[in-house]
């Protein structure tokens, strides 16, 4: 333990009881062999740089958190073999089996308007339990009831990066619902007007979705599918919730996030199968009273409406683990909440919130607790004693400082502490030697705490916009650091023991006032990402060939001229971007680096080789200089390069 760190003194009630302690490092120890669990998505701490670096940009919502964002996933994603691949009226059909034993027809991206009569009658078509058709133009699917043993037919549309792919059908179609052994089917965003009455003749569906399309009413014939076990209407302009889905037993995932819902039919009854309820983004003002009844219910997302309060039937669900209650307005956190002993994770940030009740703290399976951008005037210090607390989010609040018992949370995991003008970190801060996630970011902590430098497990630490003007030689202690995010500060230089963190992965200098590339981040030959956009840079140094690992640099708008020759070092790059700087040509060397996809050089005075050739490809840039290779009459070659030089640079 650092110097100046002492025993917290706790005034406000009694230390715990030599065995209640005991017991709870034991919890703490036998939750190490845990997963890294992270809050944002429930995973672990992912390998690949880019989910980092979307986690870096602060691209998360509570929403993407738990393991239920899409049902059909499991099923799309199922490794497969491609058994057969064919041409059948002009178009490529793959017979594929999939790790679960069953055989399907991949259809997707095609550019159907059709389905083909010939692919349905084919015989290899007659065995298939699965077909996707997703990411076409198809207006109908005729014949697609000849393949009498489909159990899912997948016609939804595709979210991409971002786009939206998929089919344009407007009604559902009547050859699926003539389908007789029919479990899943998907239908999203195809334009359906309404979910018909003739449903009900789905009598063995399991899952549907019609997320995304232009329904807006829920028919009453759903209740008679008996064997429905998720429906998911996301996206749609559904405005109530009516009371015979009650009726729907068997039912246990409903999903009617980002519609129009103002009311749940006061007199629903309870719905004693149901498990996940998300009504996230929806304009509800009130849940009913028999909430409390729905006896099953463990995920209750209700994030993104007008909710004040919670009925007083809410302390009843004794099951949920769950509950997602942010961008409401709720002023204070309700009295129903420490009463629910099976809560493990509670969400209420941006709300109205100006205190937390100290019960909350008694909640004993808790483990993930996000309160950030409210108005909590204090910290509540009962939650120093949760027992299973894992992972804190109290940023954008209103706190003069941060109590000395923060440190008793010895098995917190993931802690964010931004945006509350905080200059110091108590002595304390140290004990937290569990801590693998840390954001302290937009405070006024330009000074580098000492005690972060005792947090031994810490593998990302966000420390954006704190006026920053020295990172100390201590910081190569942090030996599992992966993610360092040193954006939006003041800082010159960096320490020469950065390149001792040899498990880093992911740095962010940009906007920063470095005026060269140090030297000690060209030898942390273990980065996969780097950002120095915005940096004031003049001049690239030859050791930036040392970075063999590095796969996207990010240089925006700095004032250097040149990229250097040593670039073709960087074997694994896969995007460059110099955007905004005074560049004029490529280094031909860079025509080596074979995994390169994404060069923006947008804004640079380039003409060797000119923006439009650029604009192209690695491909059309190493034809250009093949070209100007062979053009050469005079002089040394284009590729020329000094290899010795470059070898004594990396």
């Known amino acids: 333990m650092g110097s100046g ?20 490092l034991q919890r703490i120890s036998d939750r190490r062999a845990r997963p890294v669990i992270k809050a944002n998505s429930y995973l672990e701490i992912p390998t690949d740089y880019i989910d980092m670096v979307h986690r870096m940009k602060n691209v998360s919502t509570f929403n993407t958190f738990h393991p239920l964002k899409d049902d059909l996933l499991p099923y799309r994603q199922l490794p497969s073999k491609t058994e057969l691949t064919t041409t059948i009226a002009g178009v490529d059909v793959d017979i594929k089996h999939r790790s679960d034993g069953k055989y399907g027809v991949e259809l997707s991206s095609r550019g159907l308007t059709t389905l083909p009569e010939e692919i349905c009658f084919n015989s290899n078509m007659q065995q298939c339990s699965w077909i996707s058709l997703s990411q076409n133009k198809l207006e109908s699917v005729e014949h697609l009831d000849v393949l009498m043993h489909l159990q899912e037919v997948y016609i939804g549309k595709v979210m991409e990066h971002g786009r939206i792919h998929g089919n344009r059908l407007k009604k559902l179609p009547p050859q699926v619902l003539q389908l007789p052994f029919l479990k899943i089917l998907d239908v999203s965003g195809c334009q359906l007007k309404e979910l018909p009455a003739t ?9 549907l979705s019609a997320a995304r399309n232009e329904i807006t009413a829920i028919p009453p014939e759903i209740e008679s599918l008996g064997t429905l076990r998720i429906l998911h ?4 302009h559904i405005t109530e919730l009516p009371s015979f889905l009650s009726r729907c037993h068997y039912l246990r995932k409903l999903s009617v996030k980002n519609n129009k819902i103002a009311k749940i039919s006061d007199d629903m009854p309870k719905m004693e199968g149901l498990e996940v309820l998300n009504l996230h983004g929806n304009d509800l003002s009130t849940l009913p009273e028999t909430m409390g009844e729905f006896m099953n219910l463990v995920v209750l997302i209700a994030s993104q409406n007008r909710l004040r309060g919670l009925p007083a039937s809410f302390d009843g669900l004794t099951t949920l683990q769950v509950l997602g209650l942010e961008k409401n307005l709720f002023k204070f956190v309700p009295v129903c909440i420490p009463k629910l002993d099976n809560l493990r994770m509670l969400s209420f940030n941006f709300n109205e919130i100006t205190e937390v009740s100290e019960d909350v703290g008694q909640l004993k399976k808790l483990d993930r607790l996000w309160l950030e951008g409210n108005q909590i005037e204090y910290f509540p210090e009962t939650l120093a004693l949760a027992p299973e607390l894992d992972d804190l989010k109290i940023g954008g609040n209103v706190f003069s400082g941060l109590p ?6 010895y098995g917190m995991r993931d802690l964010s502490i931004s945006k509350l003008k905080l200059h110091r970190l108590p002595d304390t801060f140290e004990w937290l030697y569990n801590l693998q996630s840390l954001d302290v970011s937009e405070n006024n902590l330009s000074v580098f705490p000492r005690e972060i430098l005792q947090l031994k497990a810490l593998r990302e630490l966000q420390y954006m916009g704190n006026g920053l003007k020295y990172l100390p030689e201590e910081i190569m202690s942090l030996e599992n650091l ?9 800082l010159r230089e960096m320490p020469e023991s950065l390149s001792e963190l040899r498990n880093l992965s992911i740095l962010d200098l940009s906007s920063n006032q470095f005026r060269e590339v140090p030297i000690s981040v060209c030898d942390s030959i273990s980065l996969k990402y780097l950002d120095l956009s915005n940096c004031h840079i003049f001049h690239l140094p030859v050791e930036m060939g040392r970075l063999r690992n590095i796969r996207s640099l990010i240089l925006d708008n700095n004032t250097f001229d040149k990229l250097p020759e040593t670039i073709y070092g960087m074997v694994e790059l896969t995007e460059l971007r110099f955007a905004k700087n005074g560049v004029t040509a490529l280094p031909a060397e860079i025509v080596r680096l074979g995994k390169i996809t994404v060069i923006d050089a947008s804004q640079n005075p380039m003409d060797d080789p000119n923006h439009g050739i650029i604009s ?13 290779l062979f053009s050469s009459r005079s002089g040394p070659p284009a590729f020329h390069v000094d290899v010795r030089g470059i070898r004594a640079a990396i």
């Open 404 to 409: 000395d018992c923060i440190g008793q949370l």
């Open 199 to 207: 449903i009900r003749s789905l009598e063995t569906i399991q899952v």
């Open 233 to 236: 209407l996301d996206g749609n």
């Open 482 to 490: 992966i993610v360092l995010n040193l954006k939006e500060n003041q």
């Open 616 to 628: 192209g490809g690695i491909g059309p840039i190493r034809e250009y200089f093949q070209r100007k």
């Open 5 to 24: 760190a002492s025993a917290p003194n706790f005034h406000r009630r009694p230390q715990p009881e030599v065995r209640e302690h005991v017991e709870r």
